[in-house]
């Protein structure tokens, strides 16, 4: 959350755009490396082998291994693509190139992400859909409790819709 918060406090100080996406099915785009096997799902059964076992060759929700199995393969990508990581947040990557300075921070399956070119976001976003299926959700609006509004050179944020849901919870 620091880091989100460090985000919006340097896109409102530089007048960047806070952008938004998320991964779709995040954990089942890992490539398991060891061997791990699962039993026939009821109503999926081979019929004369229900005996038999499944060995995964992606990883599934639920299974220990998929959470590291997605970063690293999120990793391996920015990697690739000249992004160093934070030494102070592994989920934050930094990209310069000149006076290019791009920030995007990760948390599980949703990507926020600004820089000081708005035009090269979009390319960003492109390439990004090309390697994940992946939904642009436009400007940041919503993530982790936090609302948050963008206008020109301003940023408003505010947790009122997460305090009126635990307020109606409890």
Known sequence: MMTIR????LAT????????????????????????????????EVKRQQHLVYRLRKA??????SHKVWYQKIDEYFRRNGYKKSSSDSNLYVKIRGAQIELITLYVDDL????????????????????????DL????????????????????????YTWGILNRF
């Open 60 to 65: 599934l929700y639920e299974l220990t291994q």
């Open 138 to 161: 436009g400007l940041l609006h919503y993530c982790l409790g936090v609302q948050v509004w963008q206008r020109l050179g301003q940023i408003f944020i505010s947790q009122t819709k």
């Open 13 to 44: 100080q530089f007048g960047w755009q806070l952008h938004q996406m998320d991964v779709k099915s995040a954990f089942l785009n890992g490539n398991l490396t060891e061997e791990v096997y699962m039993q026939q799902p009821p109503g999926y």
């Open 6 to 9: 460090v985000m919006i406090t």
């Open 112 to 135: 926020i992400i600004t820089r000081n070119d708005a035009t090269m976001i979009a390319e960003l976003k492109k390439d990004l859909k090309r390697s994940f299926e992946m939904l």
